[in-house]
């Protein structure tokens, strides 16, 4: 295995999944043997949540046989198809598999940086996806109270509930540019248009509350990518050594958004 530092953070990463997976089989063997029909399908639940976390890091090429199985059956049981003595059964063939299987990937030892997955991992385990679920719940509950008359609003409030969720589960760009977008419309119209609504001032303090918190963790999620990106591309090319910088387009904890410095520049050769 080349010592390729974005190799290695991928690999990791299959090997945290594949553990997690692991630690959801044995609470789901003792669920299908007990008489709690509900802890059986939330064991199960909780399963399968783990296996498409893990199989969705895998190539099509790379997916073992025993991963697809555990899908197919724990899919079948979530589904009503099979009964909690079919999965136990057939669950029971391939647990050593899934316990004792080894990764082997055909790697490149030209691998490239994959800035991509460290951002994906970092903001998956952060609490973004949950915070701006949230956010579109308050925006839709505002947009359905009956409370706003205006048209424009309306429609205002439509396009930026349609972007944030096109956006969240999108690129660095989509994520960052969805979050200035709904900033710039909080802050230029629909605080100033709805705070002086009463009824709607619950929900407009959960609202800000929520973006509060969001603000923090897009802080906190910049700071954990920029240091893995940093430490990768130093610890792979070891002149760049406290030289590897990567500013972002990014909002500091009070929701501003932060200057970077100067691009790095080449020097000139002809001076």
């Known amino acids: 295995m080349p010592a390729n530092d974005s190799v290695q953070f991928f690999l990791r990463l299959v090997k945290e999944k594949h553990q997690r997976l692991i630690e959801t089989s044995e609470p789901l063997l003792k669920a299908l043997a007990s008489e709690d029909p509900d802890n059986k399908m939330a064991c199960a639940t909780a399963m399968l949540g783990a296996a498409k ?8 090429n790379d997916v073992p046989s025993w991963l697809m199985q555990v899908i ?10 099979w009964s909690a003595y079919d999965l136990l059964k057939n669950f029971i063939s391939i647990k050593t598999s899934l316990e004792n299987y080894q990764w082997v990937f055909d790697v490149n030892p030209e691998t490239a940086f994959d800035f991509d997955l460290i951002f994906e991992h970092f903001k998956k385990e952060s609490r973004l996806p949950e915070l701006f679920d949230l956010i579109i719940q308050i925006l839709e509950e505002i947009k359905l109270s009956g409370e706003i008359d205006s048209v424009i ?11 944030i969720k096109k956006s969240k589960d999108g690129s660095y760009f989509s994520v960052n540019s969805a979050w200035e977008f709904l900033l710039n419309f909080l802050k230029n119209y629909m605080w100033g248009e709805l705070f002086n ?3 709607l001032g619950t929900a407009l303090e959960a609202l800000e509350k929520t973006i509060n918190e969001t603000n923090e963790e ?21 002149v760049l050594k406290d030289k590897s910088k990567f500013p972002f387009i990014a909002y500091d904890k009070s929701g501003h958004l932060l200057e970077n410095p100067a691009s790095p520049r080449l020097p000139n050769a002809t001076a």
């Open 153 to 163: 609003m309306l429609r205002s409030l439509e396009k930026v509930i349609a972007t």
């Open 218 to 238: 897009m802080f906190k999620l910049h700071q954990l990518v920029q240091e893995e990106m940093s430490k990768t591309v130093e610890n792979e090319i070891k």
């Open 53 to 60: 976390d893990l199989q969705v890091l895998c190539s099509s």
């Open 72 to 81: 197919k059956f724990v899919t079948a049981y979530t589904a009503g198809q």
């Open 197 to 199: 609504i009463p009824v």
